[in-house]
């Protein structure tokens, strides 16, 4: 056992990816992918849909989200590298959304974004009301 992160949310892409994209991207769904020994804990949402062509039904496959993969028990490790990797990897592609992540201590909150094509942390600010009487009782 040790220290656990729940992580929620979704980066939405915008153009969805192609399948030449996702098929070599270590980002691929656990069932296809390819590096599997590569410690990744996000993936890409495959939507597919049917085309009906003169060949025959065609099934296209797009990459329209990164999110998390089932884990039972998520020890956060690298998660704003992960998302940085995956910009890197699809240049020309815009990442919408954000990841919640909220660890054992009620204090560990933060979020994974996307600014300016950088993913970064951020962390919330607390902050007290103002006293209205000025700390006079």
Not at 56 to 70: F, H, I, N, Q, S
Not at 84 to 109: A, K, M, S, V, W
Request: proline share 5%.
């Amino acid at each position: 056992m040790g220290y656990r992160t729940n992580v929620t949310g979704e980066f939405t892409i915008e153009p969805p990816l192609s399948w030449n994209e996702i098929k070599t991207s270590p980002f691929e769904p656990v069932g296809r992918r390819q590096y599997a020994a590569i410690d990744i804990d996000l993936v890409l949402r495959i939507e597919e849909t049917s085309v009906d062509t003169e060949e025959g039904t065609l099934v296209r496959r797009t990459g329209t989200a990164l999110v998390m993969r089932e884990i039972d028990e998520y020890r956060e490790h690298g998660l704003v590298g992960q998302v940085q990797r995956c910009l890197d990897l699809f240049p020309g592609h815009t990442f919408i959304g954000r990841l919640d992540c909220e660890g054992e201590e009620n204090t560990d909150l933060w979020r994974v974004v996307v600014r300016e094509g950088r993913a970064a942390r951020v962390e919330p600010r607390i902050v007290w009301p103002d006293d209205e009487d000025g700390g006079r009782s």
